[in-house]
């Protein structure tokens, strides 16, 4: 499997590509990373150097896989944060060649908007380039469950509020959602959840509550998801495998003590996830 990945990338710590690309590598997929900034650290610190590339420069370095005519064996491609309109028509644009080269391709859009405790944090005309532009061409999106509200025009809590704003999000074009952070009001106390939908039913995972929060762990999530995904089609042992690695992941970075995943330690999680956790079918 090639995956075709456009994220942003940092030096020091995990988050977009830094994050995505080494588990994906450990699974066996061959990545090909396309960054869109090139930070010293992520912005959760306040401060950071480095530059952002321009839409030019990041459309040039596609074009310049394109001319290898390495187009017709790309699988997948994975987006996540898009730090402006360019970028997106960049994404969109990269997404039409490759399917054009390879019908069979698919494209996974991380909607990167915003989370319940901080809000969007994005600026104001990325949701609308999400929803309108972006979301109508991706086949599978993997939004938490602020973005999947923000997405819909809804305010998913329950179960089946959830369920209908994913309808929702697929009618919009996704054939599968993923669907992050679920925290419904009955669920059990400390733990929270991931639903997964498409064609064939949903499914959701349950996992015990870590009092952390870790830069990346979305777009790790994200990756690994639609890797296992685009292999077998199985939404539940994609689900199941996802929040297993993920899970010993923030295990380990929680235990650490440390701000940044312990994403090179915890490599056993991805190649050989313990499957502690199984997804439910709940239609």
């Not at 090909?32 to 030019?56: C, D, K, M």
Request: proline share 6%.
């Amino acid at each position: 499997m090639k995956i075709l990945s456009i994220q942003s990338a940092v030096a020091y710590g995990h988050v977009g590509n830094s994050a995505a690309v080494f588990p994906l590598q450990r699974i066996g997929v061959e990545v090909l990373p396309v960054y869109t900034v090139n930070f010293s650290n992520h912005t959760g610190y306040g401060a950071w150097r480095g530059p952002l590339i321009s839409p030019e420069d990041v459309a040039a370095v596609i074009t310049g896989i394109e001319e290898r005519e390495v187009f017709p064996a790309i699988d997948v491609v994975l987006s996540g944060y898009q730090g402006g309109a360019g970028i997106g028509d960049v994404i969109i644009d990269a997404v039409a060649r490759i399917k054009a080269a390879n019908p069979a391709a698919i494209y996974s859009c991380d909607p990167v908007m915003g989370n319940a405790r901080s809000g969007c944090f994005v600026a104001p005309e990325i949701p609308v380039l999400l929803r309108e532009r972006v979301v109508p061409v991706a086949d599978i999106i993997t939004p938490n469950q602020f973005e999947l509200g923000y997405l819909t025009g809804t305010e998913p809590d329950s179960l089946e509020s959830t369920l209908a704003s994913v309808d929702l999000a697929r009618a919009m074009g996704p054939t599968t959602v993923l669907v992050t952070s679920v925290e419904r009001p009955d669920r059990e106390e400390g733990t929270i959840e991931m639903l997964a939908v498409d064609d064939r039913g949903a499914w959701i995972v349950q996992t015990p509550l870590l009092p952390m929060k870790a830069n990346g762990s979305g777009d790790v999530t994200a990756a690994l998801f639609t890797a296992h995904y685009a292999r077998t089609g199985d939404a539940a042992d994609a689900l199941a495998r996802t929040s297993s690695s993920v899970f010993d992941l923030l295990t380990r970075t929680h235990e650490s003590g440390e701000r940044e995943l312990q994403l090179v330690e915890s490599q056993e999680a991805y190649a050989h996830p313990r499957m502690q956790f199984t997804a439910s079918q709940v239609r």
